[in-house]
């Protein structure tokens, strides 16, 4: 089978943002990364092509400036508390509380923030985002949190 692959480093595929984990030694402290996506595609070719290099970085840079320079707040989040009044989040966990303004959060449907979680909620977004052809068999989706780690979610499609 034929593959395409971006590399979100080389490519402007990337995102700062916050966030915390709870019950984790270091991670609890609210903190970040610069995070950089990679992608592969795979599937049987159709006028040449398996997809559109083009299109697929568009819509995930779209998908990426949602939540660039933002807190990444769990929408299930395991041991986090939060509820949205006047514009700002109260978030707590633990004995730790804080309020952040709205327009700074991203609320993400993860239940961890871990690099693992975020790839793949950005694999089923970006499957919801972008149409493949029937030729397209597979996506691999990788989150860095700062170069050098990954993870990766991996998915069957069709
Ligand atoms: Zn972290």
Not at 26 to 40: E, M, P, S, T
Request: glycine content about 6%.
């Amino acid at each position: 089978m034929m593959s395409i692959f971006i590399n979100g480093w080389d490519t402007n595929l990337k995102f700062a943002a916050a966030h915390f984990i709870p019950e984790h030694s270091k991670c609890k402290r609210l903190h970040g990364h610069d995070y950089a996506i990679d992608l592969k595609i795979y599937g049987e070719l159709e006028n040449g092509m398996v997809a559109d290099f083009v299109q697929v970085k568009k819509e995930l840079r779209a998908m990426l400036e949602d939540v660039d320079h933002r807190l990444i707040l769990p929408l299930n989040g395991e041991g986090i508390k939060h509820r949205k009044e006047n514009g700002k989040y109260y978030i707590s966990y633990e004995k730790y509380e804080m309020v952040v303004p709205e327009e700074f959060v991203f609320l993400c449907d993860v239940s961890h923030s871990s690099s693992e979680e975020l790839a793949r909620f950005f694999s089923h977004e970006l499957l919801r985002r972008v149409k493949f052809g029937k030729n397209v068999k597979r996506i691999e989706l990788s989150v860095y949190e700062g170069p050098g780690q990954r993870a990766t979610w991996e998915e069957d499609i069709q």
